[in-house]
Each structure stands twice: as structure tokens, then as C-alpha cells.
């Protein structure tokens, strides 16, 4: 998936008592690691507060469509990550809160999934912080809540998947050739799909309901409703090229949304 790789999760190592002996954790403290990150995916569980802070479009790989936050205005960059690795937006997309943990497949081919840990993230270490496991060799709880956090947005991400095929397979995802004007440059962006508002409301409506069954028609009306959020990029691009701060107060973003969700950890 999309935020998998390009949060650059270099050196997995499952977390168990005998990988984890004398290691401890540190807190994720900003989002740089994502800095170089166009893309965020999303799950549905997200859309109630992504719509309002972040621009949401459709991306095609291989064969197969996926629901992405759209984080700049072209690749290499995110414009939500300031040069301190801050936060400058009003919703953080789950994908990145759950640094340096990630879940992963078993390796026997079974269902089981593993809570990993990214050893080159700079948050391990052997120091006295949140160790991995207590005295019994049980998940401590920090470690748990994390886990926890992790295991609901994956258990989100099959019908989140199923939506957007669903809208794929109704032939509502068309190319969003994206052109904006940031000072006196007008910068294209490639590879984006939106909803083709036109085919989604002269739909039959056996079809329409159809979608209304599931998660994909409350989908289609978030990204369209979200189109408008590229303004947020926009400015925090020309931000950028001003060379100011970019303080979530000199954007207004942090009074206009909450930061609360249905899949929410810690403070994020």
C-alpha cells in the first residue's frame, strides 16, 4: 500500500520477547519520516474528518484503485510537514500515527498478522523508555495501545477496498487533470481520479442502491465534497515558496477541524 511504501519502513523486525530483550521505544514526536510522502492512504473509518482538512483523490496501481490522501503537488514532498517535522494540518492520516509500528502478514502463510517495528526509525532503543514488554513478558501497555490502533485500521482497510472497487466497477472513477496556479506558476497534477459526478447522479437506480449498501456511495460524496481542500494545498504551497513559517495559525486549520476519529491514539 501506498503509505507503506513511501514511509520508507526499511527494517522491520517483529515484536517479540526474544527480538525485543533490554529494547525499549520512544514516542513518535513529529512526522518527518513522512515528509517525502505525496500520498497518505485512507480508510473509511477516516472520512468524517479527512473530508474536511485533506483533498482525497483515487490512484490506480497495477490493477487494482485505491482511496489516498493527497499531500502535495507533486512527488518527493508533503506539504502538510514543516522543516521541524510538524504537523500543519488538522487531520493526521492513521497511516502515519502508528510510526515506528506497522502490522504485517505472518511469513507461514497463515492469517495471523505481527506487530513490526522500523529499527532504522531512530525510535529504538536500549535506553530505560516504554520497553516493549514487562516483567511476564506481556505486551506493555503503550506497546498494546499502539497494537490496538493498528489492528482497527487494518481490520478497515477490507472494506475500504471493497468500496472502491465497487465505484471502479460502476465505471465512477474518472481522470482529475488538476491544474492550479501557486504565485505566477501554474503546476499540473499527474495520475489523479476523482468521481465523475455526471455518471454518479444519472446512475439507475438499481445501481445507485446498490452502492448505497455499502461504503461507496458515503466514499464517493466525501472526495467530491473534499476537492475543495486543495486550497489547503495551495496555500501551504505557497507558503513554502515564500520561505515563511508554517505555523497551522497562519493557515487557520487547527480552528476549523478537530483532531478526534473512530480509529483516534494518543493526542493525534
Known sequence: ???????????????SPENCANKSWLPLSGYGFAAGTQFASIVAAELAKAVHALPLVFVQQANSFQLVALLSLGPGENLFVDSKGLWQGAYIPACFRGHPF??????????????????????????????????EGKLTKPTQQIFEFLQSVWQ???PTQQAVTALANAGLLAPWPLRV?????????????????????????QAFLQLRKTLALPMAYAQLF?????????????????????????V????????????SFGDN
Request: net charge negative; aromatic share 4%; hydrophobic share 40%.
Open 226 to 250: 473534499s476537492m475543495a481542500n486543495v486550497q489547503i494545498l495551495v496555500r501551504l504551497a505557497q507558503i513554502r515558496a515564500e520561505q515563511k513559517p508554517q505555523a497551522p495559525a497562519e
Open 1 to 15: 500500500l501506498i503509505p507503506h511504501r513511501e514511509c520508507v519502513m526499511t527494517k522491520l523486525l517483529p515484536v
Open 181 to 205: 496556479k501557486v504565485g505566477q506558476k501554474e503546476i499540473a497534477v499527474q495520475g489523479l481520479l476523482r468521481i465523475d459526478e455526471g455518471k454518479l447522479y444519472s446512475m439507475e437506480e
Open 252 to 263: 487557520d486549520l487547527n480552528k476549523l477541524f478537530g483532531q478526534e476519529d473512530l480509529i
Open 156 to 158: 478497515n482497510m477490507h
Open 102 to 135: 506497522r502490522l504485517a502478514k505472518a511469513p507461514d502463510g497463515s492469517n495471523n498478522i505481527l506487530l513490526c517495528v522500523d529499527e532504522d526509525s531512530g525510535l529504538v532503543t536500549g535506553g530505560n523508555r516504554t520497553p516493549f514488554f514487562d516483567a
